[in-house]
């Protein structure tokens, strides 16, 4: 499921503002959802590998999987 429950509750959030008169509530709420699922969209395409070194140990390291890189 991970984070995309989100979108679905701001869309009935979205509803609900459309079904009691509330349209500028209503399209903010469908511009939130814009932004989520933006950032949600950013975060799986920076998801954490697992890697094993030269100990036992299992460290995550985060791969990007589109052409652009950020500092």
């Not at 979108?7 to 959802?33: M, W, Y």
């Amino acid at each position: 499921m991970g984070k995309d429950w989100i979108i679905d509750v701001l869309a009935d959030l979205r509803t609900f503002a459309q079904k009691n008169d509330l349209p500028i509530l209503a399209v903010q709420l469908e511009e939130t959802a814009l932004v989520a699922k933006a950032e949600i969209s950013e975060m799986a395409e920076r998801a954490p590998v697992a890697v094993r070194g030269d100990g036992t140990e299992t460290r995550s390291i985060f791969v990007q999987t589109s052409g652009s890189r950020r500092s």
